[in-house]
C-alpha cells in the first residue's frame, strides 16, 4: 500500500478509523435525543410538574395540617425538596430507558450503530439528553412549588442541591439506558418503571423522615440509593438531612461510575443490540 492509500483500507474491521471525540456527531445525537421529547413537551415535562405538585397538595393536606414539622421545618418545605429530585430521577428513567428500545422495536437501531460514534459517546449523547430533561423537569417542579403559598423552595445550599441533583439524574439515566438494552418490548420497561424505580423512589424518604422508622426499616432505607439522592438534594435546600452528605455524595459517584463500566461492556458486547 503507498502513503496516499486511505486509512479505512488498512483498518481492521470494528476499529475506530476517526481519532479524538467525534464532537459533531456526539452533538447531533444529543440534539435529535433532546428534540425527540421536548416536541411532546407538554407530556414530558410540564405534566410531571402537576402531578408532583398534586402530591404536594394531597400530602400536606393529609399529614401536614396543624402545623406539623418535621427535622424543624414545615411539613411542606421538608416535602418539597424531595419531590423535586424525585420528578427529576424519574423522568431521567423515563427518558433513558425509551431511547434504544424504541429503536429495537421499530427497527431503526441501526440509526445508533452505524454513525461513526464511539461506545462512549453514544451513552454520553443519550444520558445527556436525558440529564437535559431531568433538569427541565425539576425546573418546572420548582417553579410550580415557588408560585404555591406556605412553600419556601430556597436553597441553602445550592451546588449541594445541583450535585445530587446531577448523580441523581445520571444514576436514572444509566439505569433506564440498561434497561434500554435488556427491554425487548414496551412491557419490560413498564415493569422495571412499577416494580423496581417506583417503589425505590417512594421508599426513599420522600414523605418522611427515615428517623422516624424501626431500626429494620432505618437499615432496609440505608442500602437504597434513592434515599441518599433525596436526602442530599433536601439538604441543599434545607441544610439538614437524615444520611451522612459526603458520604452519599462520594457513593453515588462511585455507584454511578459502576453503572457507566456496565453500560459500556453491554454495548461493546452488542447484547440484545446487535443479530
Known sequence: MNEKTPRWINTPPGEPILGGVNWGGLKTLYIKEVRRFFKVQMQT???????????????????GRGGREVMGVDFATFLAPGLI??????NAFANASFSLLVGKIQGTIVDYLMP???IGELIAAMVGASVTRAFLVGF???LVMWLAPGVSVHAAHPFVALWFGLMGSLLLSLFGLMTSIWAEKFDHAAAVTNFVV?????LSGTFYSV???SP???????ANPFFYVISGFRYGFLGVADSPVMAGALGLLALNLVLFAGVWALLKSGWKIKN
Open 116 to 118: 461513526p460514534l464511539s
Open 198 to 202: 417506583a417503589p425505590l423512589a417512594l
Open 85 to 90: 429530585v424525585m420528578g427529576m430521577i424519574q
Open 216 to 222: 429494620t426499616f432505618q437499615a432496609l432505607s440505608h
Open 211 to 213: 428517623e422516624a422508622l
Open 140 to 142: 418546572a417542579v420548582w
Open 45 to 63: 415535562v410540564w405534566a410531571p410538574a402537576i402531578t408532583t405538585l398534586l402530591y404536594l397538595v394531597i400530602f400536606t393536606v393529609a399529614l
